[in-house]
């Protein structure tokens, strides 16, 4: 018998426990040994619940049991559970989490701690919720050189983009909508402002180098400022809006960032829309191989949890290898990175944009009276930010992905 302790009886943590329940039959025939939750922790009670003579409130109890070999750290934030994690690890147990804020502050850390004592740090749950995407970087493309990673990486802002194309919705209205359906936090910063999806990328990027991104060196832009009228822009242009993590590797580091990219419909990342998510990995024989679905909600990322449980208990004292070493990631400035922008302008100031764009194919739409716009050639970002000073009437920009 496995036994394993849930920290944390939140959402994923409780979905963690439902994952185990009703799948038991199977997980224990994948795992060939009978799996208990021994402990729960939380600060609260939980009266009536199935689990409940096993709520315990103090971490100690869990941390010095013998027993429990396996830990689902379900909690979030970085303390107390980074201090609970590390302490389990040097004690040989494994930890399986969901905590991207965590994975992408002390991961490197985190893994070698647990070579070191003979277990595990897994967090496939940390970046695409139920999408398998850490596993796959780790066993199945191990052949690969990975050489660009790009994905949509947080389900909220994927659904508020897609109403707001939909429906010609604001983003205001859209965001409300989202938090009655529990799609988006009361506090939705981390996924609007597009940090959620930063550090996700961080943890890519840590993962197909081998070595530590720092995210908060990672240019991030969210979504606030996305328009109805940029939607209108992008459909007569035959485009889509996505909030898009990047990380290609180029001759002298990586090239990361969070942005909104205006995207070809025909393009397979332009058809995920709502809730899910996806990541498109392109390696340097395979080419280019997409993971898709929910990347966030209960169960799907309990699911990923419960997978690194399965793993952790098949390989009970044995250390698998994941190369993600502390020594830091060189990332290129941002301002070097090429790109084109679709750039909305007032009618006043189109001599002194022509002055500066030179001559450009432009846009003119008939609901839009006041405005125009028009695509860029390619240029890096520190050239386009010199013309934008340059001009006075520019309304907005996006970049754009062919």
Same mark, same amino acid.
């Given at each position: ?5 849930? !920290? ?14 009703? *799948?038991?039959? +199977? ?10 939750? &021994? ?8 009266? @009536? ?19 429990? /070999? ?31 804020? $965590? ?18 740090? !897994? ?14 970087? *780790? ?18 802002? *994927?659904?508020?983009?897609? =109403? ?11 965001? &409300? %909508? ?8 009361? *506090?939705?910063?981390?996924?609007? %402002? ?9 943890? !890519? ?13 990672? #240019?991030?832009?969210?979504?606030? @400022?996305?328009?109805? %009228? ?12 996505? +909030? ?21 419909? /025909?393009?397979?990342?332009? $058809? ?22 929910? @990347? ?18 098949? #390989? $009970? ?7 993600? /070493?502390? /020594?830091?990631?060189?990332? &290129? ?10 750039? =909305? ?40 930010? @010199?013309?934008?000073? &340059? ?12």
């Amino acid at each position: 018998m496995v036994k394993i302790a849930v !920290l944390g009886y939140g959402t994923v943590g409780s979905g963690v426990v439902e994952v185990i329940e009703r *799948n038991r039959m +199977l997980i224990e025939k994948r795992v060939g040994k009978r799996l208990e939750v &021994k402990y729960v922790l939380d600060i609260r009670d939980f009266p @009536g619940d199935p689990y409940e003579d096993r709520i315990v409130h103090d971490a100690e109890r869990i941390l010095k049991d013998p027993e429990v /070999e396996i830990i689902c750290e379900t909690m979030g934030g970085i303390e107390p559970a980074y201090t609970y994690s590390k302490r389990a690890l040097e004690a040989g147990k494994s930890v399986c989490t969901s905590n991207k804020e $965590l994975v992408a502050a002390h991961g490197a850390e985190l893994i070698a701690l647990s070579e070191k004592h003979g277990c595990n740090y !897994l967090f496939e749950a940390s970046v695409g919720g139920g999408i398998p995407i850490i596993r796959p970087l *780790n066993c199945a493309l191990t052949a690969e050189r990975v050489v660009e990673i790009t994905g949509i990486l947080n389900g909220t802002t *994927n659904y508020i983009l897609t =109403r707001m194309e939909k429906d010609g919705a604001d983003f205001g209205t859209v965001l &409300k %909508e989202a938090q009655q359906k529990g799609y988006a936090e009361r *506090n939705p910063e981390a996924d609007v %402002e597009g940090y959620d999806a930063c550090r996700k990328i961080a943890i !890519l990027t840590s993962l197909i180098a081998g070595r530590t991104v720092d995210f908060g060196e990672i #240019h991030t832009e969210g979504i606030t @400022g996305i328009t109805p %009228e940029d939607f209108q822009y992008a459909r007569a242009m035959g485009r889509t809006i996505k +909030l898009l993590a990047v990380s290609r590797e180029e001759e002298d580091g990586y090239l990361a960032s969070v942005t909104p990219c205006m995207l070809k419909k /025909e393009v397979p990342l332009a $058809l995920v829309n709502g809730v899910f998510n996806a990541v498109s990995v392109r390696g340097n024989t395979l080419g280019e191989s997409m993971f898709y679905g929910k @990347g966030a909600g209960k169960l799907p990322t309990a699911s990923a949890v419960v997978s690194d449980v399965v793993d952790c208990a098949r #390989h $009970l004292g044995e250390h698998m290898v994941c190369i993600w /070493e502390d /020594e830091p990631v060189r990332l &290129k400035p941002f301002e070097e990175g090429v790109s084109r922008f679709f750039v =909305r302008m007032k009618e006043e100031s189109e001599a002194e944009a022509d002055a500066v764009f030179g001559p450009v194919a432009k846009i003119r739409l008939q609901e839009l009276s006041g405005e125009y716009g028009f695509l860029t050639e390619p240029m890096t970002e520190r050239e386009f930010a @010199g013309k934008h000073r &340059k001009v006075s009437g520019m309304i907005s920009r996006i970049r754009v992905r062919d």
